[in-house]
């Protein structure tokens, strides 16, 4: 099977260098909806977007124009299949990512209490609502997280999967609504472990109706524009689920 000369053209073409060259490029291929773009370092996330920005990994300035195209596709594509093909295509394309991980916060000392409790309402929420079947995980309390209310982080090579819980949403919302997330948080460990991707989807919702959470539970934890919002993304752990 030959090739079309005209894509093997394309192929070849100067490869954009920044954030702005990549934008106008997407641009000529049909990006309509998305109004910047930015590159980003993310080892998990390869292409995400919402509130009008495109997140691209700074790997795919590399990308021939097919890979390209898919991420247009994931944008404006009017179909779920349509996505779908197009997540597959950008996911297989080999993007390099830094080897040495990024060390995790700790939990402060003055926080532990909070770490201890949390972990005795895993124990509990792990019986009530998964049977005991999930694993004993590391909680974290995290004083740096002001956007997110909580985030589970799956095992990585000499990391272990975790919970973290934002201290600003317990001084916030409360205890009860931090229990709410601290659930809302295993939902997703049990996509893990059941080897499920690790969204927001139908699988996700599911459970989170079973077990008595919102799918998509939102708390306005800072006035920056677009945190707290839905964003769409292809990461990596797709690929592999996919």
Known sequence: HRRDPAQL??????????????????CGLGLRTIRRCRLTRNRNVMVSFGGGELRVHEG????????????????????????????????GF?????????RREGTHADDEHIVDELTVWHRRYNMRHFNGR???????VSRRMKSRLGHYTAAAPGEPAEIAIS????RKHGWEE????????????WQDE?????????????KARHVGVAPLARRALSA???RGLGFSTVNRRAARQG
């Open 134 to 140: 999930l694993r004993a995980i590391d909680i974290r």
């Open 178 to 189: 931090t229990l709410h997330t601290l659930l809302h948080e295993m939902v997703h460990q």
């Open 167 to 170: 201290l600003a949403h317990l």
């Open 94 to 102: 080999p993007v390099r990512t830094p080897r040495t991980p990024v």
């Open 60 to 91: 795919y300035l590399n990308a021939p124009t097919r890979v390209l195209e898919a991420i247009v596709t994931f944008v404006e594509g009017r179909t779920r299949a349509d996505r779908r093909a197009a997540q597959q295509l950008i996911v």
């Open 9 to 26: 053209d394309l192929d070849f073409a100067p490869r954009p260098r920044d954030a702005e060259e990549l934008f106008n490029v997407l």
């Open 194 to 206: 059941a080897g499920h991707t690790i969204d927001h989807g139908a699988t996700f919702r599911a």
């Open 224 to 226: 920056k524009p677009g």
